[in-house]
């Protein structure tokens, strides 16, 4: 008893200086972003009979309503792609950032707490040690840092111009809130000939292998709308994407999804063989070539989780694992949020059913999924915000938007109606990516 005492102080200031060491190195990273091809999400039936010009009868009493689409810009060149990347594997620290807009400039992480790698932060003395650890947190003021501003068309052909960062500063699109939170917004100009001004960002680092945890208090919302936060790799699909949190209009209930190169599948249909509580829309099968890019969509069976419903209960956390047993989304509502989240120390084994998963079995979450940045975006009609228009039966779509606004389409009620669009932004409190160590 005597000799382990001193031991173990030995061991604590061996890695505290480790750790020192770390949060000091000088190294630097260079992060290059280049054109990418948007995940297209969403639910086939809808779509289809949109596509087909058949109108599809559904039920209010049926839950498992679907309207899923996804669509790909097969002549874009993928944000993942690693010329030159900032590349995070598991059990790494790195030690600089990365500089904005393709320049030179780079920031210490030791002196940027807010966007910065951390090995400091303790979890409570009431939560066990997590083999997560903490290695880079976008939140404050500094939040923008460590992203790149995409300034191209919208891939997936919606009515928005993506704004470079001091045009989107200048538009007032961007900003940190009086509570240290980030705002992205879309443009209300009343009336627009074309586009409406709107705001896309991909994080400068790319991950293999993580959990990343997003922290929003409100998400874009309102007919016309679709916004997304997901992932992807290099070179599309072949890097793989993971939509976390995505939906349009006026839905509820929110969609994460996964595409991926052929080989890549669901390992059942059943909710509670996959341990969800969400449920599946659409294929088992994930492969976007294969499935005419729906990939594989499974949908939350709670109205808090997108949209009105999430903004009114102050939003909540969204939680993506990434690991050896696959892919696996979590939702917790802003009262419901896990002590260990709160103190730093993830414990995925201990937050029970996930919204959506992904096992490994069928899919190996290292060979279909890769070098992944991280993205925010909303964009305005598109093809599938468009395509689902005139559709009915969807929880929070129980009445078309067509129906609901007087507009034949989305392309003309989104350039005739700004104020609709107050509610079309974020509010994000934290963005926090922790890895295994290994």
Known sequence: MHLRAPFALLLILITAAEATLASRSSGFFNRVHHSAIKRSAGLARDIRATMRGILVEQSSSDSSNRAVY???????????????????VPGTVPSSSSSRGGGSSSTS???????????????????APSEWKLVQTY??????????????????????????????????????????????????????????????????????????????????????????????????????EIDVLEGVNDYTN??????????????????????????????????????????????????????????SNGGGVYAMQWDASGIAVFFFPRNSIPADITAGAPQPSSWGLAQ????????????????????????????????????????????SCAARTGFSTCEAFVRASGSSFNEAYWEVKSFKVYQQNQ
């Open 254 to 311: 929110n969609q994460a999804t996964i595409h991926t190169n052929p080989g890549c599948t669901l390992a059942s249909t059943s909710s509670s063989i996959l341990s969800i509580s969400g449920d599946l829309v659409a294929s088992t099968n994930c492969a976007a070539a294969e499935t005419g890019n729906a990939g594989c969509g499974i949908r939350a069976d709670s109205s808090n989780t997108y949209g009105p419903g999430f903004n």
């Open 70 to 88: 996804c669509v790909a810009n097969n002549n874009a060149v993928n944000p993942g792609s690693n010329s030159g990347n900032n590349t995070i």
């Open 109 to 127: 992480v030791s002196n940027q707490p807010s966007s910065t790698v951390s090995g400091s932060s303790a979890p409570s003395p009431s939560v």
């Open 356 to 399: 959506a998963r992904w096992p490994a079995v069928s899919c190996d979450p290292f060979k279909f999924f890769y070098d992944h940045i991280a993205i925010f975006d909303t964009t305005l009609c598109g093809d599938w915000a468009s395509g689902v228009w005139n559709s009915a039966g969807i929880p929070g779509q129980e009445q």
């Open 139 to 240: 939140e404050g003021d500094s939040f923008f840092d460590e992203w790149d501003f995409w300034n191209l068309p919208d891939p997936t052909h919606g009515i928005v111009d993506y704004v470079d960062q001091s045009t989107a500063q200048s538009n007032n699109l961007i900003s940190i809130n009086s509570a240290g939170n980030a705002i992205m917004r879309v443009e209300t100009t009343p009336t627009v000939q074309n586009n409406r001004k709107s705001v896309r960002i991909h994080t400068k680092r790319s991950y293999n292998g993580a959990i990343f945890i997003m922290d929003s208090v409100h998400m874009p919302t309102g007919c016309g709308t679709w916004p997304a936060f997901w992932s992807n790799g290099p070179n599309w699909p072949q890097g793989g």
